[in-house]
Each structure stands twice: as C-alpha cells, then as structure tokens.
C-alpha cells in the first residue's frame, strides 16, 4: 500500500512514517503542501492519503487568526478536494480536541456540540465541516482523528518544559494546583493510524484519540523524576499569585501563559471509548510506558547537546 502523508516531517509525520516504513506492505509517499503539484501527486497510486500538515497552536497567542484558517482550513480543503478526485480509498485528518471544546466539564465525548473559542479550534473545525459537508464517493471514507495532547520523541510540548524543570533541579512552582488530563504516546497514534488504513471493518467519521489513563500534571513530575532517578521537587505556591503571573506573561509573552498554564494545572478528560471499542484491539503501549519513551528519548537528546 502506498500512503501519502502530508507534514511528513514534522513530529507525528516523522514517527508516523517510521513506523509504516518498518512494514513491508507499505511505502510512503511525502506530499510538500508547498508544492504546485501537490493535486498530481495525490492522483498518483495512492492508496491512502494522512493529512497531517497544519499550524500548531501559538501557545504564545502572536499568530493571526488567518495564519490559521489558511494552514488547518484552506489547505485542508484543496487536499480534501484532490483526495476525492485521486483513487485513494481512506483519508485520515489529524485535527484537535481543541476543535470540540477548549475547556471540558467532566469527559469528553464525540457526542459534544462542538463550541471552539480560539482560532486554532474553529480552524480546525471548519476543516472537519467541510470534510463532512462533502459528498463521497462509493468505496471512500473518511476518519477525523481528535487526539488530545501528542508526546513522544521529536515533541515540543510541556512535557519537554517539565522535563527541564526536574533535570535541572528546578522545583515545580504549580503543585498547589489538582488536576487530570488525558494524553497520548504518539506511538498508540501511529498504531491507531495504521489500523483505520488497513482494515475495512472500522466505519469512517470521527473519533477522539487517547491513552487509557489520565494523569495530573503533580503525577508527570514524579514519573519524570523516576524515569530519570531523581526526587521530586515540587513547591505547592498560591495558585492566585501563579494566575496574577501568568496574566503578565500575556502581555509581556513571557513563557509562563495563561493558555499555558491551564494546559498544565486544568482538568481535560477525554474518552477513547468509541475508537477503542472501534478497533477492539489494546494500544502498543500504557500511558506510563509512553512517557517513560518520551523521557528517555529527551534524555538521549540532551546528553548530545
């Protein structure tokens, strides 16, 4: 099978192609968003095309709102309309849980009225209605993969930040604050990935992807500080005070955000019940092994620094 991926090369386009590379059944074809010729390429012997490619969320909140309608939107539609055209059977878009809600009250389902409130949420959720919106043709499907926060090796996200903190010795300012968050080894993602692609039994439409278990932000410092055999330091400051702080940092884009820090103190529970149930097979990996990999491989990487 051959399987276009867009965004090739970025974090999860790199462990994604890894790992159907290892498969002799597959090969991978990068498609270059930049490219003119994109539209040739994806009418070409394609199989299946992972559209991938996109503007992450700007923690940092400096990007305009239509960097991102024209990166997750505009972009998402032309190779949408290329896939309907090609005679490739299975499209998979990576969008966001972001596109359903940026703030969850108890779990979050694929039953929820989507109410995005930031830029990148209701770009990636107009790209899932135009998706949808579409009409498909006999023997095509479509899947819309909302993954909740991705870790892994090649990731930039705030498990890289704690990583530093305990590292270097740094106590974590924010154990005062009580939460549980969902996440996702990327390698379950890719796993997930390659089976939407290779079997016929698993109906198209949307789906959320997450790890089984939850962990709170107090939890990531300690698996962290195990992983590397360190004690953890953690410093339980007034959670008011850390929410005055961050609030300068908007405005200063400082690292510490408002946006950030709610990524590491809120609560977001996301139920992986209907791919689960999907595809009746457990993941590769326990969200604790999925971390354990994410720190090892941050470790390796900071030893050749």
């Not at 300068?248 to 019940?273: A, C, F, M, Q, W």
């Amino acid at each position: 099978m051959n399987i276009g991926i867009t965004g090739a090369s970025g974090f999860v386009g790199k462990n994604l192609s890894a790992y159907l590379s290892s498969n002799k059944d597959f090969s991978v074809t990068a498609i270059d968003r930049h490219s003119e010729d994109f539209c040739q390429v994806m009418t070409g012997n394609l199989n299946a095309v992972v559209h991938l490619a996109g503007k992450a969320h700007d923690l940092k909140n400096v990007s305009s709102p239509e960097e991102y309608y024209e990166s997750n939107y505009e972009l998402t539609r032309r190779i949408y309309d290329a896939f309907l055209k090609s005679n490739a059977h299975t499209f998979i878009f990576l969008s966001s849980v972001k596109a359903a809600a940026d703030k969850v009250d108890g779990l979050l389902t694929e039953d929820i009225t989507p109410n995005p409130e930031t830029p990148y949420g209701k770009s990636k959720l107009l790209a899932e209605q135009y998706i949808q919106s579409q009409n498909l043709p006999a023997g095509k499907r479509y899947f819309i993969l909302r993954p909740c926060i991705i870790h892994g090796p090649g990731n930039k996200g705030n498990i890289n930040l704690l990583y530093s903190f305990v590292k270097k010795g740094v106590p974590y300012p924010l154990a005062g604050f009580n939460n549980e968050r969902s996440f996702l080894g990327v390698k379950n993602l890719t796993f997930i990935i390659g089976q939407l692609i290779t079997r016929n039994d698993i109906e198209g439409g949307i789906y959320n992807i997450a790890d089984d278990m939850a962990l709170s932000t107090n939890q990531l410092v300690d698996e962290i500080s195990r992983t590397l055999n360190l004690k953890p330091k953690k410093w339980k400051l007034n959670p008011r005070l850390i929410r005055t702080l961050a609030k300068v940092g908007d405005i200063l884009h400082l690292p510490l955000t408002t946006e950030r820090l709610d990524k590491l103190t809120e609560n977001y529970l996301v139920s992986n019940k209907k791919i689960k149930q999907a595809i009746n097979k457990e993941w590769p990996l326990t969200t604790l092994e999925g971390l354990e990999i994410t720190v090892n491989h941050l470790l390796r990487v900071s030893s050749t620094d």
